[in-house]
């Protein structure tokens, strides 16, 4: 070796070799440089998010309005308050999962078992509440209608409070199937399910209340959405009227544009599926460290390669949540 | 792999015991910021609703800029990245901030300007 390799004059500088200048064993700086990739990933979504929002700027559903409900009080409007304590879930799963990294430190075994434990019973709890709130934006609301221009128009009453269509939709005796492609085209795929009223049913209803109005999901200068006159609805729902919605898919969605729910679905979706593969992971160090691994290997640094992922988890809803709910 | 830890937070406005008081000191002002979030989410105070700041409401910039707080201290406290060699430090935020602002102004000044297209062109939308 000495006759082949020449002095650089190095030895010794930081970066001269041999030594560790990001002072980081080589997992832990894989699993940032991992983080920084996911992160540009999800900031892709984000910006796209961001533009679609500002290319339909006047036109996009407000969040306080879509995510009003909270498990087991049913019909109590209450903002935000689910996602705020989904938050605190999340957040202190990510403090258990700190403090096991710290008594990881400390070698204090049972500490870690149980922080670790912790963590994964908050990452459960936080995915099963998106599960929830999935469901019910799936679900769907009061109902609306999809104009010709595949425009959302909602209804309200003279009050100015939100009316569900059930409620006012007249019952017409027709009949109505589900298409199916065998009975049709075959490119024309099986159709989605039949909504609970037909636009005829809602049309009728609509006239036959006087106290009923449409607001379109233009918002005018308040921010508010744009409430249509009496006459000004009836001619709305009678012309441009196409399409029963409830609830919300890929396709339709009863709460405004599409674009929403599209990356209503996206976005949380990829990062509820981050925080499952986390609680995976989680899992398995956790066995880990109940079978003594660490403990033979003298150091819990595997602990804390999964707790930045877990904190990146974290710190990828800290922004869902602000852009999402909150902007 | 050195175990000792950076105990101030605030540049040395608080400093704390040990570890462990730190993460719950981290803990209590992300809460703390999380409900002032959610506080002025539902309540939506008018003098920020109302006056706009670089083409954004200022309630908007609040959130914003409290996220990024929060973001701030879940990488450097929760992440240990204040414990980390300056080195990797800038390696990972730097590289990310500017990416990320870069996608961000460009992908919103196009969606401003389709915005203005649909709006000002002669093609009818609301159907």
């Not at chain 1, 929002?53 to 407000?62: C, E």
């Not at chain 2, 309630?59 to 990488?75: E, G, H, S």
């Amino acid at each position: 070796m000495e006759a082949n390799v020449s002095r650089t004059g190095t030895e010794g500088k930081t970066w001269g070799g041999g030594s560790q200048p990001l002072n980081a064993s080589y997992g832990k700086m894989m699993m940032w440089f991992f983080i920084v990739s996911d992160a540009l990933t999800f900031s892709g979504f984000i910006a796209a998010y961001g533009f679609s929002r500002f290319k339909f700027i006047d036109a996009w559903p407000i969040a306080d309005e879509v995510f009003t409900h909270v498990p087991f009080l049913h019909g109590v409007p209450a903002p935000m308050y689910y996602v705020a304590f989904m938050t605190f879930v999340l957040i202190f799963s990510s403090v258990t999962m700190v403090l096991a990294v710290d008594a990881g430190h400390k070698m204090q075994k049972n500490k870690v078992i149980w922080y670790m434990f912790f963590t994964i019973i908050g990452g459960a709890i936080f995915v099963g509440s998106q599960a929830w709130e999935w469901a019910t934006f799936i679900k769907g609301d009061y109902g609306a209608v999809e104009t010709k221009g595949g425009k959302i128009i909602q209804f309200l009453n003279t009050e100015g409070e939100r009316v569900a269509i059930a409620d006012f939709a007249s019952n017409i005796p027709s009949e109505r199937t589900t298409h199916e492609r065998r009975n049709g085209v075959w490119y024309d795929a099986d159709g989605a399910a039949l909504s609970s009223f037909s636009l005829a049913e809602v049309t009728a209803g609509f006239k036959a209340n006087d106290n009923l109005l449409i607001r379109t999901q233009y918002l005018d200068d308040n921010g508010h959405p744009t409430v249509l006159s009496r006459a000004a609805s009836i001619a709305k729902l009678e012309n441009d009227g196409k399409l029963v919605v409830e609830g919300a898919n890929l396709k339709h969605n009863e709460y405004g544009h599409p674009l929403f729910a599209d990356f209503f679905f996206f976005i949380t979706g990829f990062h509820g599926f981050h925080v499952f593969s986390g609680v995976v992971i989680n899992c398995i160090i956790f066995f880990n460290v109940i079978i003594g691994t660490y403990e033979k290997r003298k150091s819990y640094e595997m602990v804390e390669k999964v707790g930045l992922y877990w904190h990146f988890v974290d710190l990828v809803w800290v922004f869902v949540f602000t852009f999402f709910y909150l902007v | 792999m050195g175990h000792e830890h950076k105990l101030e937070i605030f540049r040395g406005l608080i400093k704390f015991k040990n570890n462990i008081t730190k993460i719950w000191g981290v803990f209590v002002l992300l809460s703390i910021i999380t409900i002032i979030e959610v506080y002025v989410g539902i309540t939506k105070p008018e003098f920020m609703t109302e006056s706009r700041f670089l083409a954004m409401k200022l309630i908007n910039w609040f959130f914003i800029i409290l996220t990024l707080v929060k973001a701030y201290y879940i990488t450097w406290d929760f992440m240990h990245m204040r414990d980390e060699t300056k080195g990797l430090r800038r390696a990972v935020v730097w590289t990310a901030i500017f990416l990320i602002c870069y996608l961000i102004l460009i992908l919103l000044i196009e969606g401003d300007y389709i915005y203005e297209v649909y709006k000002n062109n002669y093609v009818k939308f609301d159907f």
